[in-house]
């Protein structure tokens, strides 16, 4: 544990929050692919294959997709079904305790606990990944415009991207909640997403910037690489070693964030199909009485999210140049 | 120094008034609103447009937004429809503001008082126990959700072990002065020691749980930037000139790594107020967040647009007093 994660410290000086971060992490593309004859991928892999930080979240994120896609063969019965409806009393406040063939017991209607979990983690990484995907599509478009074209089109994207940034981003994803009649997976999706459009929009056009005076960007251009070629096919993936790591990172936030809006009562409301943040909202009315109903799920988001999280740092720390040895 | 800071002011004055623009559109641009939710299901189409009228909103866009600008440049920021309804909404923020502050600030407090000690002493000892604990730790603590990590201490030592008060900011029945509308404040000020720890002990599981990301965060940058300041030349210069370690430490080191510490925390103290919504709302705490929760859910536009804007300032002014911060830390920042 202690060599890999030391590493993280030699980091380049962080200077600077989430914009100068930002910054700092889109530069590390500028450098452009291979110089020491190992591509910068290459060199990376050969140190996360020994980085066990790296091979921790790995691991996780392989069981928790490997059950999300077998969880309809896992769960021993139907997530849907209210199969101890009669050990639920409203009035007695009693939930259905573990049993046989139910191991964590029922939910508040009599569902099986377990069965809801595994297939839960489904939506769960659906959410997670449309989030990312919107978001970081969302910020691609600006991102690279602004920083491909530069002048006003870059001031004006750039001046938009602040007003969003300077919205606290929870509150921003609790304001895009808000805005559809009625909540939905679809609202929740979309409502995480918004606010990670601004922050990979800024990493582009960061990325897009420093590689602008770049070398290999004006050799593309002194041998007259039509401009479109030369965003798409030289800058664009330069920029993608930061890219990814951000994504990764805002898979973490996407789940938790999408926990968050459950609890303030924007998450989707037709639960019959689980998701762990809408298990985790909830959760709230019975937490005091029953608090296993909100531990099993919010284990399960905290384990996820740190695999993610744990993936996205060591990868960060292998991306960067400055620690190629 | 001051063309820049003024500078800096005329672009907040910029954002601000954008993000008023957008935030007064895209509030009308809600489902229901406060008609609705003033009259429920039940109102007949008459009540509604009597009432609609009333509050102004069967006029153009343009034309409420002019006057909502108008009013707001004489402090008028229209009264409260949903959250307390009949105040005015600067009376509700004015009445709301200290509270979250106070919760925000023991947040940070905590937050800093932990964060840069164990940060700097991680770096010392890097590959150490507490290095790892810490990193670990700082790993798992942005993973958890901020209100089920408020609900775990709320559980643990407000129902389970009744250390701690669960809800609210202050007892009820006891009779406690005002003064500033800063409870912990008050008390001190008015020597009710008493209403001053009630206050204090009202803060602490809310703050803990606040504190938690920032915590983290300010940890990793600690250590991050006092190793990067160790492997410095400077600071092998001042070894090999023979200064005593203390001095290198105090002088160079931290001097040195507080840079990006210092921009952190302003980013995290600017970021708490979407913090606070979560926890403020689990301990039913009376500050911003849960007004703001609240209004959401009334579409009270009066409140919603003067939290939303001043939540937006507070967020820029701090980043701009971090900034001018640098000057005094770093005097190479003041000679540009």
Known sequence: MSGSVSRSGSRPPTLGGRKERLDALAATAADGPGDAGVSLAASAWRRLRRNPVFLLGAAIIVLFVVVALLSPWLAAHDPTARLLEGQVSRARNEIPAAQEGFPLGGDQVGRDLLSRLLVGSQQTLMVGVFATVIGLAGGLLLGTVAGALGGWVDSLVMRVVDVML???????????????????????????????????????????????????????????????????????????????????????????????????????????????????????????S???????????????????????????????????? | MLRYTLRRLLQLVGVVLVLSMLIFGWLRALPGGPVS????????????????????????????????LGRALSGDFGASTGVQPGDSAIEIFLQRFP?????????????VLFGIPLGYLAARRRGGWLDNLGVVGSLVGVAVPVFFLAFLLKYLFAVQLGWLPASGRQTGGLDATRVTGFFVLDGLLTREWDAAADALAHLVLPAMALATIPFAVIF??????????????????????????????????????????????????????????????????????????????????????????MAAMVYVLVNLVVDLSYAVIDPRVRTR
């Open chain 1, 166 to 288: 300077s919205i606290p981003s929870l509150l921003l994803a609790f304001s895009i909640g808000a805005l559809f009649p009625s909540p939905s997976q679809f609202t929740v999706i979309l409502a995480v997403a918004t606010v990670q459009i601004p922050i990979f929009a800024r990493l582009l056009r960061g990325s897009m910037l420093a590689q602008r005076g770049s070398d290999h960007v004006l050799a593309a251009r002194a041998l007259g690489v039509r401009p479109r070629a030369i965003v798409f096919r030289h800058m664009l993936p330069n920029s993608l070693g930061p890219v990814i790591v951000q994504a990764t990172l805002v898979l973490a936030v996407a789940i938790i964030d999408a926990a968050a809006l459950s609890f303030l009562g924007l998450g989707n409301p037709d639960d019959s199909i689980p998701e762990w943040g809408q298990m985790l909202g909830g959760a709230q009315n019975v937490i005091d």
């Open chain 1, 290 to 325: 029953h608090p296993n109903l909100a531990f099993w799920p919010a284990g399960c988001i905290i384990i996820v999210a740190l695999g993610f999280t744990l993936v996205g740092e060591s990868l960060r720390d292998a991306l960067d140049p400055k620690n190629r040895r």
């Open chain 2, 37 to 68: 939710a003033l009259l429920g299901e039940r109102g007949t189409e008459e009540a509604r447009r009597e009432l609609t009228a009333q509050l102004g909103l069967d006029q153009p866009i343009f034309v409420q937004y002019g006057k909502f």
């Open chain 2, 99 to 111: 509270a979250t502050v106070e919760l925000s600030v023991v947040a940070i407090v905590l937050a």
């Open chain 2, 220 to 309: 990793r940058i600690t250590r991050a930037a006092v190793l990067d300041v160790l492997d410095e030349d400077y600071v092998r210069t001042a070894e090999s000139k023979g200064l005593t370690t203390s001095v290198i430490r105090r002088r160079h080191v931290l001097r040195n790594a507080m840079l990006p510490v210092v921009t952190t925390i302003g980013l995290q103290t600017g970021a708490l107020l979407a913090g606070a919504v979560l926890t403020e709302k689990v301990f039913a705490f009376p500050g911003l967040g849960e007004a703001l929760a609240l209004g959401f859910e009334r579409r009270d536009y009066p409140v919603l647009q003067l939290m939303i804007i």
